[in-house]
């Protein structure tokens, strides 16, 4: 038997959040924050530990700085017991600030090690060990990115079921490789715009059927609105969950992990996708991709009040 039901491959960082700075910014000023978060941040980070939380057998392989941020967000993943053997170690962890006004948000970045990833730094071994690999926030894994394609393929060969969440590119230009990488894709799992991007549609509807003649099964995150997938021909959609959302980051990064969560155990897509719109609302009750899910009474009470697909597990 494996020991890993997932190996995910990506970036991890700390946000450092600041609460209630005034809505102009002077320079110059000493400017207050009413409230402060330090939470773990980064899409792969986010799903890796959320996942873990629910209870799959995770491991992570990322590059992180030897400093202070760095062993803060690997202890992070360790709490919910992320296997972490083959992180690689670079010269200096990323950190995002993100700093709410109202409705509106700087989301300032260094990006460290997020992007230094090398083919190199992988264990394909290691990798291919597990039943099912992931890869999220593909655009900024800018020196592994020209070796996805092979990476993808040898999962696929080595037997692995696999996965992506490309997150938003950057760069707005949508190749790099992706023509490659989506044949060895089984689950592809991106919001309504990035699924109108990759597949250069208008509307989502069309961006769902294109998708769906290049991956066996797409999945298209749509916020409040919940979610869609296709596959073998067949459209299903669920809805959202409501919810008094305290703050959106890492609402898609959760939903994957509800989806991947139930996938792994071998449950249909409908119950992947109510228990993905599950673990997506469920992000959003506190501040931050992760916080939810570090009180797991509080994730199960969730789970229990809210889940239509209690059978599945
Ligand atoms: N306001 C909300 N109320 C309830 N569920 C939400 C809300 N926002 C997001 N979600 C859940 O999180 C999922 C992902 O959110 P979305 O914003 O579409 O993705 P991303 O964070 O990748 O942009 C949605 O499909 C839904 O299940
Ligand atoms: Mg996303």
Redesign the pocket.
Same mark, same amino acid.
């Given at each position: 038997m494996s020991k890993l039901d997932i190996a995910i491959v990506g970036e991890i960082n700390l946000d450092l959040i600041l609460y209630g700075l005034p809505e102009q910014m002077p320079t110059e000023r000493e400017l207050l924050a009413s409230d402060f978060a330090i939470t773990l941040g980064s899409s792969s980070a986010i799903l890796a530990h959320n996942l873990a939380a629910l209870g799959s057998r995770v491991g992570f392989v990322t590059k992180i700085g030897n400093d202070l941020f760095g062993s803060l967000a690997l202890d992070r993943l360790r709490e919910r017991g992320v296997n972490l053997e083959c992180v690689a170690c670079g010269p200096k962890s990323g950190v995002t600030l993100i700093l709410p006004h109202g409705r509106e948000r700087h989301i300032l970045t260094y990006p460290g090690t997020i992007s230094e990833l090398r083919f190199e730094d992988l264990d394909l071994d290691y990798l291919a060990s597990a039943r099912h690999f992931h890869m999220s926030s593909l655009f900024l894994q800018r020196e592994l990115l020209p070796h996805v394609p092979e990476l993808f393929r040898h999962m696929k060969s080595a037997g692995l079921a696999t996965s992506l969440d490309t997150?938003d590119d950057p760069d707005d230009l949508w190749g790099s490789g992706l023509d490659e990488i989506l044949p060895h894709v089984d689950i592809l799992l991106p919001?309504?715009r990035e699924a109108m991007r990759i597949s250069r549609a208008g509307d989502v509807e069309t961006a769902l059927s294109r998708l769906a003649q290049r991956v066996e099964t797409v999945v298209v995150?749509?916020?409040?609105s919940?979610?869609v997938a296709m596959r073998d021909g067949r459209r299903l959609s669920a809805a959202? /969950?409501? /919810?008094a /959302?305290v703050d959106?980051i890492?609402?898609?990064?959760?939903?994957d992990a509800g989806f991947l969560h139930q996938f792994l155990r071998g449950a249909d897509i409908a119950t992947c996708l109510s228990y993905?719109?599950l673990c997506?609302?469920f992000s959003?009750t506190e501040c931050g991709g992760t916080e939810a899910f570090r009180n797991g009474d509080r994730m199960q009470e969730f789970i229990r009040r809210h889940d239509t697909h209690r059978q599945a597990r």
């Open positions: 997150n919001n309504e995150k749509m916020g409040a919940g979610a959202a /969950v409501p /919810v /959302v959106p890492g609402a898609g990064d959760s939903f993905g719109n997506g609302a959003t």
